[in-house]
């Protein structure tokens, strides 16, 4: 699988939107270790798609409430309470995943977890993370 990875995140030095190429190799090495440490609370139904290869954009939040607000813009479909990450594609097939930085809360299985909905689609069963569930 080719992996185009583009990490957006805020510079604590400036307060501005930094963003930087990461090269392929680092981004695989780094998606097989966080892929392969993931944990799901979810209960796995199968493909509603296959994308290969996949261009992820990754969105770093400084919080918790800063990805919610976000998901409340981007994801409104979610129920942006109990979300710990999520992602979705944009038109152009790139898809995008919203977390919080790693340097302020490393939880790699989340970002395994959102990694596989960019390759594979929906592929649980709804739950609290959807609105009316």
């Not at 409340?72 to 990450?85: H, K, Q, R, T």
């Amino acid at each position: 699988m080719t992996v185009k990875c583009l990490v957006v995140g805020s510079n604590p030095t400036r307060g501005a939107i930094l963003i930087a190429e990461v090269t392929v190799k680092k981004a695989l090495v780094l998606l097989i270790a966080l892929i392969g440490t993931a944990a799901s609370a979810t209960i796995w139904t199968g493909k509603t798609r296959y994308v290969n290869p996949v261009t992820v954009n990754i969105v770093e939040h400084p919080n918790i409430w800063s990805l919610r607000s976000a998901a409340i813009f981007w994801a409104p479909s979610l129920n942006a309470e109990v979300l710990a990450g999520f992602s979705y594609t944009q038109q152009n097939g790139t898809c995008v995943i919203h977390i919080i930085d790693p340097e302020v809360d490393y939880q790699p299985e989340i970002i395994g977890h959102e990694f596989a909905h960019c390759a594979y689609g929906s592929f649980h069963e709804k739950n609290n993370a959807y609105k009316g569930s």
